[in-house]
């Protein structure tokens, strides 16, 4: 079983800055690969970010390519996504995400408000 926590979502004008954070429970999370999601109402909820067990490989959705950056803290199992240049389309509900032996794990998510 694994838990997702995230946290530090909340309202900023456009062209500010938020760093999201996901805490996550397990003993062996150094070994998950993370990952970050985001939905707004009526639409699938779409891929941000991912990031490997080691740091070694990240990815990135072409739309935050450039502003958005993941990274890891395997010593306080937590994930974090620094979002900069924040658009008003970039308003979403963020999940941290994991696959661990086939089953998909999500968090409760944070809310992002981007102003215009």
């Known amino acids: 079983q694994v838990q997702l926590v995230e946290s530090g979502g909340g309202l900023v004008q456009a062209g500010g800055s938020l760093r999201l954070s996901c805490a996550a429970s397990?003993?062996?999370?150094?070994?998950?690969?993370m990952a970050w999601y985001r939905q707004t109402p009526g639409k699938e909820r779409e891929f941000v970010a991912r990031i490997s067990w080691s740091s070694g490989n990240t990815g990135y959705a072409d739309s935050v390519k450039g502003r958005f950056t993941i990274s890891r803290d395997n010593a306080r199992n937590t994930v974090s996504l620094q979002m900069n240049s924040l658009k008003p389309e970039d308003t979403a509900i963020y999940y941290c995400?994991?696959?661990?032996?086939?089953?998909?794990?999500w968090g409760q998510g944070t809310q992002v408000t981007v102003s215009s």
């Open positions: 397990g003993r062996t999370f150094s070994m998950y690969n």
């Open positions: 995400n994991t696959v661990l032996l086939g089953s998909s794990y």
